[in-house]
């Protein structure tokens, strides 16, 4: 029985998630006037998006050892506390380098607070009611990338972009003043020791490589230093795998990719998230910068990604019980993909409905895909690895975002080029076309990984018919 400390506890922390995937989406509408602000091109504001990711991304497997270091309530507290300055920060950064730098900061927030305080809340609960805290923490939160680019097209015009950070302060106030009444303290156990050198490897290598793509993307980098970027990141990125494998308590446990379904479920689902992660970026860019759009039109059109999103939530179990999982990703995954290079077809004469109807079907795959490599993904994973499958599984899709929208920019610049190809005087709109043509080829990728796996992949968690496999439920990640 769910008594209502449990419920508040599991509310607070669903707020904070709530704040972290309002942050991480808030942006992408606003990235036409935040780069006229700061003086640099609204490509590059990619940056100030992938660095948020990344860091979560590379600080998310650091949350179970400080935990166990600090306790609970020490870190989840200060998690707040970290993300509410660094908001405050982000929106009295001077110039780009300060905003990046915040980020960072905040990215390093967010990846204590959302895992830690969800730890908290799944600790005390009983099995039983398992599902049940799991929808008050995840629901609440999936509203945010709903109303994410319309806040930011309605904050960005009637306001400064900087209040898009400022809303982040009272939310971290009263989210502080209700952690330190309903978050008890929790016995310090001991900790594994912590694996300097794959924390360091790791976000040195991802960093050094989403950078390199920012300097793929400015026409001012010289190429020379853009290759010696792109080969010491790629050498850190094969070092920092040779240590996770070697090392006797590891930053994440890469051997748990031993398990085919889990192994798909990352390959796969990497390049599907780097494509769905991209079109909420490269959609605002093109409606503002090439159709001359209002910031609060483009967010408008932009939110029925999630629309389509969260209107097929319901469905997406049934579905894949009724068709199984291979024959769900090759449709979800194709969809993406020609929904993508659909939307490189938009100009500005094309009817609204027709828009708004690719990206609301780009929602629905986005959707259904998202959730048929998850169930997957742990079908198959033994009871013993499911810790560390859950975290490489969290660092991964963080992982795919970010990289998604660092391919973006560099996508984008490409498009240039590419266009000149066919034409001697390409125009604006052709960079766009070229850039979501290769997007949409990288969906294809994940489509032709989907076709390879086995007819009864993630049969142990279904039945044919839509009935769900008899047995005990599979452990929530």
Request: hydrophobic fraction near 55%.
């Amino acid at each position: 029985m769910i008594d209502r400390h449990q419920r508040n506890l599991a509310l607070l922390v669903a707020s904070c998630l709530f704040m972290e995937n309002l942050d991480g989406t808030i942006v992408t509408t606003a990235a036409p006037r935040i780069a006229a602000d700061l003086q640099v091109s609204s490509v590059s504001i990619g940056l100030v998006i992938t660095a948020y990711l990344i860091t979560l991304a590379v600080l998310i497997p650091l949350s179970g050892w400080m935990v166990a270091s600090l306790g609970t309530r020490k870190v989840f507290l200060a998690a707040i506390v970290i993300f509410t300055l660094a908001s405050l920060l982000c929106a009295g950064s001077a110039n780009f380098a300060e905003l990046v730098a915040m980020r960072v900061l905040q990215g390093a927030g967010g990846a204590m607070m959302v895992p830690v305080g969800r730890l908290a809340v799944l600790a005390r609960t009983a099995k039983a009611d398992m599902m049940r805290m799991i929808a008050y923490i995840v629901w609440p939160a999936l509203v945010a990338p709903v109303i994410a680019p319309l806040a930011g097209g309605l904050i960005t015009t009637y306001a400064s972009w900087r209040w898009l950070f400022l809303i982040n302060v009272p939310l971290g106030v009263v989210a502080l003043a209700v952690a330190t009444r309903v978050v008890a303290a929790s016995p310090v156990g001991s900790a594994p020791p912590l694996d300097v050198s794959g924390v360091a490897l790791t976000g040195t290598g991802l960093a050094g490589l989403v950078y390199t793509a920012h300097m793929v993307s400015e026409p001012s980098e010289g190429w020379v230093a853009t290759v010696i970027c792109g080969l010491v990141s790629a050498a850190l990125i094969c070092a920092a795998v040779r240590h996770l494998l070697r090392a006797p308590a590891p930053l994440l446990d890469l051997y748990t990719l031993r398990t085919k379904s889990f192994r798909a479920f990352v390959g796969g689902g990497t390049l599907f998230g780097m494509t769905v992660g991209a079109l909420p970026f490269m959609l605002p860019l093109l409606f503002q910068e090439v159709f001359g759009w209002s910031p609060v039109k483009s967010g408008t059109v932009v939110l029925f990604i999630f629309v389509g999103n969260i209107g097929i939530k319901p469905a997406t179990t049934f579905l894949i019980n009724r068709f199984g999982s291979r024959a769900v990703l090759v449709t979800a995954t194709a969809g993406v993909a020609a929904t993508v290079v659909a939307a490189g077809s938009f100009s500005a004469g094309t009817p609204l409905a027709i828009i708004v109807a690719i990206v609301l079907l780009s929602g629905v795959a986005r959707s259904v895909g998202f959730t048929a490599y998850t169930t997957l993904g742990f079908s198959e994973v033994p009871e013993g690895e499911m810790a560390h499958a859950n975290g490489l599984s969290a660092t991964t899709q963080q992982l795919a975002a970010a990289l998604g929208v660092a391919m973006a920019t560099v996508a984008l610049r490409l498009g240039g080029p590419i266009g000149r190809l066919f034409s001697r005087h390409p125009a604006t709109a052709t960079s766009y076309t070229v850039a979501f043509v290769l997007m949409g080829l990288i969906a294809l990728a994940a489509t032709a990984g989907a076709t390879r796996l086995s007819p009864d992949a993630g049969s142990a968690v279904r039945r044919a018919g839509g009935t769900p496999a008899a047995g005990p439920a599979p452990r929530a990640p």
